[in-house]
Nanobody, 125 residues
Framework: VQLQASGGGLVQPGGSLRLSCAAS????????MGWFRQAPGKEREFVAA????????VYADSVKGRFTFSKDNSKNTVYLQMNSLKPEDTAVYYC???????????????????WGQGTQVTVSS
């Protein structure tokens, strides 16, 4: 299983970025895809997740209404559209894959067995 995250960069407050995570080696229908982030000196935290097979995404309260999880089955890729970015969104963003997760476990780091390498997002003027 390989997860390749990309799309990070430097953006001004209020700006937007779209992160991508290309997945390979998964039996997609059984997996949940998640986005997490880790700011300097802080623990890794949940951002958003959704089952590859469908269903409404789940979001952390801190990003609801600003971030949108989506996927393109034809490209085996999931996305995180980030709008109205704030300086506190600055972090390394990771995508992850977990098999046969129940919804209540979407936010748990240890529910995910596969992780991408991370992409840096910096929100600063």
């Amino acid at each position: 299983v390989q997860l390749q995250a990309s799309g990070g960069g430097l953006v001004q407050p209020g700006g937007s970025l779209r992160l991508s995570c290309a997945a390979s080696g998964l039996t997609y229908s059984g997996y949940t895809m998640g986005w997490f982030r880790q700011a300097p000196g802080k623990e890794r935290e949940f951002v958003a997740a959704s089952r590859w097979s469908g269903g409404a995404p789940v979001y952390a309260d801190s990003v609801k209404g600003r971030f949108t999880f989506s996927k393109d089955n034809s490209k085996n890729t999931v996305y995180l559209q980030m709008n109205s970015l704030k300086p506190e969104d600055t972090a390394v963003y990771y995508c992850a894959a977990g098999r046969s997760l129940i919804t209540s476990s979407f936010s748990r780091l240890n529910a995910y067995g596969y992780w991408g390498q991370g992409t840096q997002v910096t929100v600063s003027s």
